[in-house]
């Protein structure tokens, strides 16, 4: 699976970004798709995903009642509405997409396998 992200860019504090994730090579099903970020010099950390039995999302606790994710199977494409925009939601912005997560896992970066290359959000105050 390739993955290509997009939608980043400069947004002041309080705005609203959509991202984007385009599949190419496979389709979506079967797949855990998941957001990820990483902001200059800290750790790659979590920030919500959709598992494929249910489709039902997952955030983390600093993104949740601000961000949406969602996906379009028929698109391949998956997505993250981010609202309520902060400074500390500064960070490179990964989509990421594998299979046989197990729930225990789902938030960890090294359980995935596919990555796209990262699309810059900076959110000025």
């Known amino acids: 699976v390739q993955l290509q992200a997009s939608g980043g860019g400069l947004v002041q504090a309080g705005g609203s970004l959509r991202l984007s994730c385009a599949a190419s090579?496979?389709?979506?099903?079967?797949?855990?798709l998941a957001w990820f970020r990483q902001a200059t010099g800290k750790e790659r950390e979590f920030v919500a995903g959709i598992r494929p039995t249910n489709s039902n999302p997952f955030y983390a606790d600093s993104v949740k009642g601000r961000f949406t994710v969602s996906k379009d199977n028929a698109k391949s494409t998956l997505y993250l509405q981010m609202n309520s925009l902060q400074p500390e939601d500064t960070a490179v912005y990964y989509c990421?997409?594998?299979?046989?997560?197990?729930?225990?896992?789902?938030?960890?970066?090294?359980?995935?396998?596919?990555w796209g290359q990262g699309t810059l959000v900076t959110v000025s105050s």
């Open positions: 090579g496979r389709t979506f099903s079967g797949y855990t």
């Open positions: 990421t997409a594998s299979r046989g997560i197990i729930l225990s896992q789902l938030r960890i970066p090294s359980s995935y396998n596919y």
